[in-house]
């Protein structure tokens, strides 16, 4: 890995959040997810670790930000 500084890292990191979270409000969930380390693991709820955790964590998160009826986005639980 390259000998980055903090200032550097912080501003890589923000630079791909932000492609992320394009990638994600554009509905390209398989762009988004490679923007997590492979191993990440979703904090929000009890989750996977991997792109795949990640992968239907942004899925049901898209699907209740899409629906038209109330959503609890705290537990984000997704339909079966």
Request: net charge positive; aromatic share 8%; with cysteine.
């Amino acid at each position: 890995m390259d000998n980055l500084n903090k200032i550097e890292i912080a501003a890589r990191n923000k630079a791909n959040y932000l492609k992320a979270k394009e990638a994600f409000n554009n509905k390209r969930v398989d762009e988004c997810i490679l923007f997590y380390a492979a191993d990440h693991e979703v904090k929000s709820k009890q989750s996977e670790k991997g792109r795949d955790g990640i992968r239907k964590f942004l899925e049901c998160f898209q699907f209740l930000l899409s629906s038209q009826g109330p959503c609890d986005l705290l537990r984000l639980e997704c339909p079966a």
